[in-house]
């Protein structure tokens, strides 16, 4: 707000010097006027020019400005002049024919016949010809540099802080010099005034910059704070601050009166008078938020300033400071603080200035936070630019206000928390303990689920065995090649036994071993073939990194949740041709599985699972995750659950990237380790 509200006041200077020089032209009836000042780094620079459009016309200057910048090798300007280049150097020898530089070394008023002698050696000697072409032309005689001053500025001594040059048709006289050199402190005053605000607004910055860091301090020392830097930094006669509470009511929380309008015993004199007169105790200084409060949504109180400031949104200015505390004090006051109270403080004007927070998305609205309240003796009252710093002091207000309330909650919170804290440990050991308990129990779900599955393999392929057994009973040949392989029947059936006596103990730990990533996709990719990939018509593209970092977890597990992805790719790819079906010849490829491994670093193996089937709408590509979540009318939602589950315990992650039309992208990350770590 510092930055906009300076770049405001630099306008605003910059008009006021271009006043300067068109009221030199229109009063002595000189051809044009420009004024230059002083600027940090010693030079002199044409911040002002204005030329009679009757004795220099504008056609005829953009006629010669073209000439001149043909000649300099660069667009040039008189009426207009570019900072970079419009500006002289009084301590620099180069600069010494200057008539700008002249004057301020000779410290007064020096006149010259050469219209150039104000542009050297600012513009190359090729170009004096042409402005005595210009000078003939426009009937110039002589031109004048008068240097202005600040009085006293310099300790003790006049500071030049500008210079004012003349242009005129006829000799200079001496009475035009002494009304150039009134005109010149017209500049110098603007120049202390816009020297006063760049003051003020450092200070202004440096105090909203304590505001913005104030998260330490509670509430009522930045409303201190706020209205303590008002009154001194920008000279009010006084200042106050209110905040909005959640029962919708605007507090007075502090006050502060300028010490060189009023002494303490003054203020207590009043105090005590307006508390006789509406029959209650009241202070000005320190207020009682709970009494000395107006409610911004009751009919009762649209009248006071401070809720026309809000209920406008904006800031709102009165004449009477009486309007601030109506009708929190009784009508009985008004009289007293119109007749004693304002003239006795010497306010010309009040202001109520709204702060809000601004809101941190679309959907939020603005935060009402206060209002901050000055008062001026200036008999012009508040001008804008004043208006747009109490706005940024009040900005500043609401964020330190905020901060320091969310401070607090944070203390109360920790408070809290702190006494719970014994109670939150047991709650995480008990927790700790079922994730403990639900851990070992979905192992044994999985080694049952698995188990069950390889035992309904070995029944089927017995069963069909005895099938063909039964078909070729009747031919000696076959039936004989038949028993010839029974003890490979067999041994599925002493499996198939092994298998019933483990789940008759399911308890039996499911334990961890380091295990081989590549043979766990092996395993994955065999399993998903025989179901999903009919007769061969999806190319499976394998490419197995070598000397990859094992994974310590349950080699089944691991298989499990790779043949789910795989199933995934088989099934979006075969959902893309609905025309293929069981039967076809297994020559024609209709899509492309690309399995691969691969080490990332030393401690981190990468798995990618691609297929080019119908991809994963967008809008679906965070619920896949979700239990229960499935597009298939027979699924159960839990596969892709409890992939991503069982990789995060792992410690890994699983990313997906997909095109809808295109194909998926599964990529499995997992930590790594050495065996024996």
């Known amino acids: 707000m510092a930055d906009s509200t300076q770049q405001t006041a630099r306008t605003r200077f910059d008009v006021t010097l271009q006043q300067v020089a068109r009221d030199v032209v229109i009063a002595l009836g000189y051809i044009g006027a420009m004024v230059a000042t002083v600027e940090k780094d010693g030079s002199l620079l044409v911040r002002a020019v204005y030329f009679d459009p009757q004795l220099a016309p504008v056609d005829?200057?953009?006629?010669?400005?073209?000439?001149?910048?043909?000649?300099?090798?660069?667009?040039?300007?008189?009426?207009?002049?570019?900072?970079?280049?419009?500006?002289?150097?009084?301590?620099?020898?180069?600069?010494?024919d200057n008539l700008s530089v002249r004057a301020v070394r000779a410290q007064e008023p020096v006149i010259s016949d050469d219209f150039f002698s104000l542009f050297t050696p600012i513009l190359p000697n090729i170009a004096r010809p042409m402005f005595r072409a210009i000078q003939l032309g426009f009937g110039i005689k002589q031109v004048i540099a008068a240097p202005f001053f600040l009085e006293g500025s310099n300790r003790g001594e006049p500071e030049i802080v500008g210079n004012l040059f003349a242009i005129k048709q006829g000799l200079i006289t001496e009475r035009d010099v002494i009304i150039l050199t009134a005109f010149g402190r017209q500049a110098a005053a603007a120049i202390e005034l816009e020297r006063h605000r760049t003051q003020v607004l450092e200070v202004a910055k440096e105090l909203t910059t304590e505001l913005q860091a104030s998260l330490h301090q509670d509430e009522q020392a930045i409303v201190k704070q706020i209205v303590e830097g008002v009154v001194g930094v920008l000279g009010y006669v006084g200042a106050l601050v209110s905040t909005y509470e959640?029962?919708?009511?605007?507090?007075?929380?502090?006050a502060h009166l300028n010490s060189q309008n009023v002494s303490l015993d003054q203020v207590r004199e009043w105090e005590t008078a307006v508390s006789q007169i509406i029959g209650r105790q009241v202070s000005i200084l320190n207020p009682d938020p709970k009494a000395e409060r107006v409610y911004v949504h009751q009919a009762d109180y649209q009248d006071n300033l401070s809720v026309q400031a809000f209920l406008q949104r904006k800031p709102v200015v009165s004449d009477e400071i009486f309007s601030l505390f109506t009708p929190v004090l009784s009508e009985k006051a008004r009289t007293y603080f119109q007749e004693v109270i304002q003239p006795a403080l010497g306010v010309k004007e009040v202001i109520a200035v709204p702060f809000f927070l601004e809101p941190t998305s679309p959907k939020e609205e603005s935060q009402f936070v206060g209002n901050l309240f000055a008062a001026t003796g200036d008999l012009e009252g508040f001008k804008q630019e004043e208006i747009e710093l109490l706005q940024g002091f009040g900005q500043q207000a609401a964020v330190g206000i905020r901060n320091a309330r969310l401070f607090r909650e944070v203390e109360d919170l920790y408070s809290r928390s702190e006494n719970q804290r014994q109670e939150i440990e047991e709650l995480y050991q008990t927790a700790e303990e079922q994730r403990q308990v639900a851990e070992v129990f979905g192992k044994m779900a999985f080694s049952a689920a698995a188990n069950v599955h390889a035992l309904r393999n070995h029944v089927g392929a017995f069963r069909a065995f005895m099938q063909i057994l039964a078909m070729v009973k009747d031919d000696p040949i076959q039936l004989r090649e038949m028993l010839d392989s029974t003890d490979r029947y067999v041994k599925r059936l002493e499996v198939a036994t092994a298998i019933l006596d483990g789940l008759h103990e399911p308890w039996r730990e499911v334990r961890d071993e380091y295990v081989d990533v590549n043979r766990a996709l092996a395993l994955a990719l065999e399993?998903?073939?025989?179901?999903h990939n009919l007769d061969g018509h999806i190319e499976v593209m394998e490419t197995l990194g070598a000397a990859l970092p094992k994974v310590r977890t349950s080699y089944e597990m691991l298989a499990e949740a790779f043949r789910i992805l795989i199933k995934n790719g088989m099934e979006a790819i075969l959902e893309k041709h609905p025309e293929v079906k069981s039967g076809s010849p297994a020559s024609t490829y209709i899509g492309r599985l690309q399995v691969t491994s691969a080490a990332v670093g030393r401690e981190t193996v990468e798995i990618v699972i691609?297929?080019?089937?119908?991809?994963?709408?967008?809008?679906?590509?965070?619920?896949?995750?979700?239990?229960?979540?499935s597009t298939k009318e027979t699924g159960m939602g839990f596969g892709l659950f409890w992939l991503k589950d069982y990789v995060e315990g792992l410690n890994g992650r699983v990313e997906v990237e997909s095109i809808l039309g295109e194909g998926t992208t599964f990529r499995v990350l997992l930590p790594g380790c050495q065996q024996g770590d």
């Open 60 to 96: 005829k200057i953009e006629k010669w400005e073209k000439r001149i910048s043909k000649l300099a090798g660069r667009d040039l300007s008189i009426t207009n002049p570019d900072p970079e280049y419009a500006r002289s150097y009084p301590n620099q020898d180069k600069y010494k």
């Open 246 to 254: 959640q029962d919708g009511a605007l507090s007075l929380r502090v």
């Open 527 to 531: 399993k998903a073939n025989d179901i």
């Open 610 to 629: 691609q297929d080019d089937g119908v991809g994963i709408h967008p809008e679906n590509m965070e619920a896949m995750f979700q239990l229960r979540w």
